[in-house]
C-alpha cells in the first residue's frame, strides 16, 4: 500500500469508487461504516446526482441526513464513463456547538488518558487492543474526568468484543466553532468487532466535547484547545 493508499484509508470521511454499473470498486474503512448501515445504490445515485457534467470533479455542498450520518459536502470525479469517485464530508454537528463548555479544561496528554483507560479494562477482560494514534497531536485542554468516565462507559458497552479498535486523529478539513473562535478537531473513534448496545453510554451536552455512537462503533469528537 502505497502513502496516498493509506491516507485515503484513513480519511474519516467516507470514500468510494463505483464501477459503470453501480458496482464498488473501492471503500476506505469509513465507507465500509456507511454501507453496513446504507444500500450502495443510495450511494451510486447520491454520487450521479452531484456528478459535474463533464469530465473532472465537483464539489457541492450539501445538508444530508442518512442514518445517523450528517454530511455537509460532497465530492464527486470521474475521468472516464467506466468509473466514478465519491468522497461525502462528515458534518461536526453544529447543533450541539454552542453548548460545549470548555471553561473548566485542563491540558492534558489525550493519548495518556486513552491509555489508562484501556488498561483499566484489560483487568476485566482478554479484549485485543488495536491502537492507531497520530503522534503529532499536542497535549491539548479537555475535561479529562468527563472524557476519562465516557472511555469506561464505552469500553463497559463492548466487553462482548474479542477486538477493539481505538484512533486518535486530526479530523483533516473540519472544525467546530464555539463562541466566535474556531477550533481543529481531534476525533477518537473506538470500535467494536461486535455489535453492542450503547445506550447505556451516558452523556451531558454541556461537556467539552460530543460524542455520537452507532451499533459498534463511538466517536468523541473534541476542539483542539491549545
Request: hydrophobic letters at 40%.
Amino acid at each position: 500500500m502505497s502513502f496516498f493508499e493509506e491516507w485515503v484509508e484513513l480519511d474519516l470521511n467516507p470514500v468510494i469508487s463505483f464501477s459503470s454499473n453501480a458496482k464498488i470498486t473501492y471503500s476506505n474503512s469509513e465507507a465500509q461504516f456507511l454501507l453496513s448501515r446504507i444500500k450502495q445504490k443510495e450511494l451510486f445515485e447520491l454520487a450521479l446526482k452531484h456528478a459535474p457534467k463533464s469530465f473532472g470533479a465537483e464539489t457541492s455542498y450539501i445538508d444530508l441526513t442518512i442514518k445517523n450520518y450528517t454530511f455537509y459536502a460532497i465530492t464527486v470525479k470521474y475521468e472516464n464513463e467506466d468509473e466514478i469517485h465519491m468522497k461525502l464530508y462528515k458534518s461536526a454537528m453544529v447543533k450541539k456547538e454552542s453548548k460545549l463548555n470548555i471553561q473548566n479544561v485542563n491540558n492534558t496528554n489525550i493519548f495518556t488518558l486513552l491509555d489508562l483507560a484501556i488498561s483499566s479494562n484489560k483487568i476485566k477482560n482478554d479484549i485485543n487492543y488495536i491502537k492507531n494514534y497520530d503522534p503529532s497531536i499536542p497535549d491539548f485542554k479537555l475535561d479529562a474526568s468527563s472524557f476519562i468516565k465516557t472511555l469506561g462507559q464505552i469500553f463497559e458497552a463492548f466487553n462482548d468484543a474479542s477486538t477493539i479498535n481505538c484512533s486518535i486523529m486530526l479530523k483533516i478539513g473540519e472544525y467546530i466553532r464555539i463562541e466566535g473562535k474556531k477550533y481543529s478537531l481531534i476525533t477518537v473513534e473506538i470500535t467494536s468487532d461486535k455489535t453492542s448496545n450503547l445506550s447505556s453510554v451516558q452523556h451531558r451536552d454541556d461537556t467539552s466535547f460530543i460524542l455520537s455512537c452507532e451499533d459498534n462503533k463511538a466517536t468523541i469528537d473534541l476542539p483542539l484547545l491549545i
